[in-house]
């Protein structure tokens, strides 16, 4: 049984960190690109940032750049999204899923496995 346990969410001030966590069960999870995304009330959910098996290659949204970075600990089978300078602009539900890409790429999609997310709340 696949299962992805988001946590780390919260509620900050413009220009907070947070750092969200993700544990993965039931997948081989070092074998596998790894992405966080998003969805906003009322929005798609859209891609974030993804991580190639290995952590040598990642890739962010472009509203992203600069602000976060994603890793992973494979031997614990959990991926990370440090965020910081946040905007109100990045409130939403974050969600952790594997990446069918796995050489992650500008543009990369989600298999359809998905946790429950972590509400991440900015207020200006």
């Known amino acids: 049984q696949v299962q992805l346990m988001e946590s780390g969410g919260g509620s900050v001030q413009t220009g907070g960190s947070l750092r969200l966590s993700c544990t993965v069960s039931?997948?081989?999870?070092?074998?596998?690109?790894m992405g966080w995304f998003r969805q906003a009330p009322g929005k798609e959910r859209d891609g974030v940032s993804c991580?190639?098996?290995?952590?040598?290659?990642?890739t962010y949204a472009d509203s992203v750049k600069g602000r976060f970075t994603i890793s992973r600990d494979n031997a614990k089978n959990t991926l990370y999204l440090q965020m910081n300078s946040l905007e109100p602009e990045d409130t939403a539900m974050y969600y952790c899923?594997?990446?069918?890409?796995?050489?992650?790429?500008?543009?990369?999609?989600?298999?359809?496995?998905w946790g429950q997310g972590t509400q991440v709340t900015v207020s200006s």
């Open positions: 899923a594997s990446v069918r890409e796995s050489w992650c790429g500008s543009l990369f999609h989600a298999h359809n496995y």
């Open positions: 039931g997948l081989t999870f070092s074998a596998l690109a």
């Open positions: 991580i190639t098996w290995n952590g040598e290659t990642t």
